[in-house]
């Protein structure tokens, strides 16, 4: 078992390795239950009363992936990528409040009214359709982000992208209205490194109040 300065030291690893690749190698592949694993491990990342407001749409094979590539303006990334993975925002996030509470409550880790007080907090909040469509984005993002590290933390590369025709997405692959595409994240092995990037200095993308 690592101990706790090895694993500041593995995140902070995994954390700075991250890059975003765009050349992959077509010839690896990644496996489903691989997949599966990084999307449980995405799956745990942080949301808004829990409510874990995204979804996945798994692009896996070349002719899934083919379908996918001129919707993402003919970036070769995509069908040279091992999967894609379309991080979807969910606009009805609140629809899943017993799914997500009614165990809790049923395991005495929650009392019912305790769970009453957060379904009627939940459902004023998403009578404002401009909060649903902002925690939609804010909350997969999250996902997003760790699917990315975890993606990492097991030896693959990933991309973000967001130069992609959201309206012909949802239309080409029957999504429900109830989704919003955020990203799609390319995942393999790269080919080639990362292109060169720098970071601003934190203190110009920092503000302190004390």
């Known amino acids: 078992m690592l101990s706790v300065i090895e694993q500041r ?3 902070r690893s995994v954390i700075e390795q991250r890059q975003s690749v765009r050349k992959y190698d077509p010839t690896a592949t990644i496996s489903k239950e691989q997949l599966t694993k990084l999307l449980q491990l995405a799956g745990k990342a ?3 009363w829990n409510l874990q407001h995204w979804h996945f749409v798994v692009f896996y ?17 995509i069908v040279e990528a091992s999967a894609v993975v379309a991080v979807l925002g969910d606009l009805q996030a609140n629809k899943k409040t017993d799914a997500v509470y009614d165990p809790l409550v049923a395991q005495g880790k929650m009392t019912k009214e305790i769970k009453d007080t957060l379904a ?12 649903a469509r902002d925690a939609a984005f804010s909350n997969a993002s999250l996902a997003a982000m760790q699917l990315m590290l975890a993606a990492k933390a097991e030896g693959f590369d990933t991309c973000a ?3 992609f025709d959201p309206q012909a997405f949802m239309k080409t692959f029957h ?12 995942i393999g092995k790269a080919s080639a490194p990362a292109h060169p990037s720098s970071r601003l200095p934190i203190n110009e993308l920092t503000t302190w109040v004390e």
């Not at 094979?61 to 990334?77: F, M, R, S, T, V």
């Not at 459902?123 to 359709?129: I, K, Q």
């Not at 999504?175 to 390319?186: A, H, Q």
């Open 9 to 11: 030291q593995s995140v």
């Open 46 to 48: 942080p949301s808004a």
């Open 61 to 77: 094979g070349k002719e899934a992936q083919q379908k996918l590539l001129p919707i993402a303006y003919n970036q070769q990334q």
């Open 120 to 131: 009627k907090q939940i459902e004023n909040a998403y009578t404002n359709a401009q909060y």
């Open 161 to 163: 992208i967001g130069g």
């Open 175 to 186: 999504i429900p209205d109830r989704y919003v595409p955020v990203m799609l994240i390319t």
